[in-house]
Nanobody, 122 residues
Framework: VQLQASGGGLVQAGGSLRLSCLAS????????MGWFRQVPGKEREFVGV????????YVPDFVKGRFTISRDNAKNTVYLQMNDLKPEDTAVYFC????????????????WGQGTQVTVSS
């Protein structure tokens, strides 16, 4: 599966962005779809997953209440809605696809998009 992330940009603190990840080559419904972020010099950080079985999503506590993941299998697209953005959310955001039974870690993902930059100004 090939993945293309988009929707990043510059936003003020407290603002919102919605990232999109378009899958091609394979049907999105076959995969758990994860979102990650990375800043220079740090490891890639998990920010949530939309599991392939039903509308089950999970986001870690540090973004819970601000970030929401959804998917539209008909459009082969997964979304990351980010609200109340903070300067510390500044990073390159990546989407990724997994068939692993535990898709909560970077090592569970075999296919990655190219990343989209999100910059939050204070």
């Amino acid at each position: 599966v090939q993945l293309q992330a988009s929707g990043g940009g510059l936003v003020q603190a407290g603002g919102s962005l919605r990232l999109s990840c378009l899958a091609s080559g394979r049907a999105l419904r076959q995969y758990h779809m994860g979102w990650f972020r990375q800043v220079p010099g740090k490891e890639r950080e998990f920010v949530g997953v939309s599991r392939r079985s039903g509308p089950v999503t999970y986001v870690p506590d540090f973004v819970k209440g601000r970030f929401t993941i959804s998917r539209d299998n008909a459009k082969n697209t997964v979304y990351l809605q980010m609200n109340d953005l903070k300067p510390e959310d500044t990073a390159v955001y990546f989407c990724a696809a997994s068939v692993n039974t535990s898709p909560y870690d970077v090592h569970a993902y075999a296919s990655w998009g190219q990343g989209t930059q999100v910059t939050v100004s204070s």
